[in-house]
């Protein structure tokens, strides 16, 4: 049987371990195992054995915010195991703990040989992806360092710098080499008759640039506290709806994750933030349109993760241009990344702003706070980073020169640079992708809405009326331009995006709902398009298809041609909403909810495409994240959108 992965996730901590809490460290896994802090791959190789034999499963990690598995040595049906193997794991702030309790099974003493194999690579996660991609790191160098309770690996390449020590209690009888670059911690441990012994190991990870007294839990159940309390926190004061169960259950699931996907940021004047991580295993980093929709579906329940998104967002708003980063004056970041590509350059995810609407969406939320919260403090502090948005979308971002915001394809970045960020999304129906200048229907509808929020605050904060009544125009002058140059009249229906000469690209997609979310339609257009997203070829009965199947470029396994994302319904309902088409809000709600009760209350990432007719349980999508801030988030949204109903 494969070795199935299990996801830990703390923070900006994460692991992946296999059924019986190993780490292989073999590459091309999806995900790959490992200790992950900052982007690097802190600890590759976690395998024991007993007796020099790896040992049997009796209970494989089950899913949860502890790796637990119990474990024996392999043997027959005429002698029973001599002794059994309790493991527990648990990630912490740059921390990996374990506790492995030893007892036996015999009335008489007993040694049992334990060896635990460990390594760490640092390798970068972009050098694990799937995309055949190789880098250079000429100068890296590894090394190992014996400890007097454990190993500590070091790696260094110029001015970059980073380690793992791991120590165990008791401290291991030696540390052998294995002929490679991993080393082995071997321990003699003595069992009374019937007696039982513990382990305790501690990794701890020193990502380069990371100056903090670093604390490892003493065990996982410290651990296990320290997360219970966080989740609390997010969870205390939520109302949940009583005559919906499976709602309520979602969201305090979505809650909880969110916790955990809380990772550390910095403002604008150097103060510490906490704010929405986009997800695990591969975006554990701040990403700008997943922390916003997240704060934004959030909002009405935690307004926190909203004022700290804003701040930690401003605070790496561009202030000049950077071509090889798409940087532009008053662009909002898309993607932050901390790892060794990303600071010597060979990815250009450092600071990469390849986003066309992470910058109309940074306005929204600030609109949106400040309405639901009254905190005009914030409001008058952000002025500056808000008129800088409003800025680039009318400068640089298109809306003057083009009428519409714009994106053209990175080489070496992103083709897309909407929320449909991959390669082959844009496109006709038939599967045609354009060539050129992009305006993609969603990020208009975000402009819309951004200009009219921005003159609210302008107005009732600012005290700018001059500058109020130039957004709202804005606003309406875009609305009229949309409905002439998107809606396809044969279709009843918004084109995906224009390309560069004007033509409309149109695949019937998901997009339209965001219009919906966003109000960009006229009331008979809206309710239009409202119906149409319920019917059988965009609805799978588990949500709305990122593009309705019939279509040539539909594929139900794809990533943005087919499938079916959460967040993306959760826009569409709030839309529907919105527009007054209650009965299709609570539908696609309800279809939501059904697919994470079957997942343990939680949604993930994205969904196949395939009919909830044709197959009684949610199809998974390949390599989507299992733990995602705006999944997570989404329940939340659905309450907002339909209640308890």
Not at 109 to 135: G, I, K, M, N, S
Not at 291 to 305: G, I, M, V
Not at 401 to 410: F, T
Request: glycine share 10%.
């Amino acid at each position: 049987m494969t070795d199935r992965h299990h996801l830990l996730v703390h923070g900006a901590t994460f692991a992946v371990v296999g059924d019986r809490g190993d780490i292989s460290g073999v590459r091309g896994g999806s995900p790959p195992d490992g200790l992950f802090v900052r982007d690097a791959r802190h600890l590759s190789r976690w395998q024991l054995t007993v007796d020099g034999a790896v040992p049997e499963v009796l209970t494989p990690v089950a899913e949860g915010d502890a790796a637990r598995c119990v474990l024996v040595p392999r043997g027959g049906r005429q002698e029973p195991p001599a002794h059994t193997l309790f493991r527990e794991q648990a990630v912490g702030d740059n921390a990996f703990v374990e506790s492995l309790r030893i007892t036996s099974n015999r009335p008489v003493p007993t040694t049992v040989r334990l060896a635990l194999t460990v390594d760490a690579d640092f390798t970068d996660q972009f050098e694990l992806r799937c995309d055949h991609r190789t880098y250079v790191k000429a100068g890296a160098v590894r090394s190992r360092e014996v400890l007097d309770d454990g190993i500590e690996f070091a790696y260094r390449r110029a001015e970059w710098r980073s380690c793992t020590s791991i120590t165990a209690d008791p401290a291991p009888d030696a540390v052998e080499e294995t002929g490679t670059g991993a080393r082995r911690l071997v321990w003699a441990l003595a069992l009374a008759p019937h007696g039982t012994t513990e382990l305790l190991l501690r990794v701890i990870a020193r990502p380069h640039g990371e100056s903090r007294a670093l604390r490892v839990p003493r065990d996982p159940a410290a651990v296990r506290d320290q997360l219970r309390s966080l989740e609390e926190e997010f969870v205390e004061g939520v109302a949940f709806p009583a005559g919906w169960p499976e709602l309520s259950e979602a969201c305090a699931r979505g809650l909880a994750d969110l916790a955990a996907l809380q990772i550390p940021a910095t403002g604008p004047d150097g103060e510490e933030l906490r704010v929405p991580a986009a997800g695990a295993p591969w975006f554990l980093t701040l990403l700008g349109r997943d922390a916003l929709l997240t704060s934004l579906f959030a909002l009405p329940y935690r307004p926190r993760p909203a004022a700290a998104t804003l701040l930690a967002l401003a605070a790496t708003q561009a202030t000049g241009n950077g071509p090889s980063r798409l940087a532009q004056p008053g662009k909002i970041v898309h993607e932050v990344r901390h790892g060794e590509l990303a600071h010597f350059g060979q990815v250009p995810f450092g600071r990469y702003y390849g986003s066309v609407d992470a910058t109309p969406l940074f306005l929204i939320l600030l609109g949106a706070y400040v309405e639901r919260t009254t905190d005009t403090a914030l409001a008058r502090r952000l002025e500056p980073h808000a008129r800088a948005a409003v800025g680039w979308m009318l400068d640089h971002g298109g809306l003057t020169s083009r009428g519409y915001l714009v994106y053209r394809a990175d080489e070496g970045g992103l083709a897309n640079q909407n929320w449909k960020d991959s390669p082959g999304a844009i496109c006709c129906a038939d599967g045609t992708r354009p060539t050129g200048a992009v305006m993609a229907a969603g990020a208009q509808g975000y402009a819309y809405d951004a200009l009219r929020r921005t003159a609210w605050v302008a107005r009732t904060v600012w005290a700018d009326a001059t500058y109020a009544a130039l957004l709202e125009q804005a606003a309406a002058d875009l609305r009229d331009r949309f409905q002439r140059d998107f809606w396809m009249p044969e279709q009843s229906f918004p084109a995906l995006a224009l390309d560069g000469k004007g033509r409309r690209i149109d695949a019937l997609a998901s997009d339209a709902g965001h219009l919906l979310w966003s109000g960009l339609l006229d009331k008979e257009y809206g309710e239009l398009v409202g119906r149409r997203l319920l019917e059988p070829d965009f609805f799978s009965g588990w949500g709305v298809r990122t593009l309705a199947s019939g279509q040539p470029a539909h594929h139900p396994l794809s990533y943005h041609r087919g499938s079916v994302w959460p967040h993306d319904n959760a826009l569409i309902t709030l839309g529907l909403a919105r527009y007054g088409l209650h009965d299709e809000a609570r539908t696609v709600a309800r279809a939501l909810v059904d697919a994470a009760t079957t997942a343990g209350h939680r949604l993930p990432e994205v969904l196949a495409g395939y009919g909830r007719d044709t197959h009684p349980e949610p199809v998974p999508c390949p390599h989507a994240c299992v733990r995602e801030s705006r999944s997570a988030a989404v329940p939340l949204a659905l309450l907002t959108a339909v209640g308890g109903a």
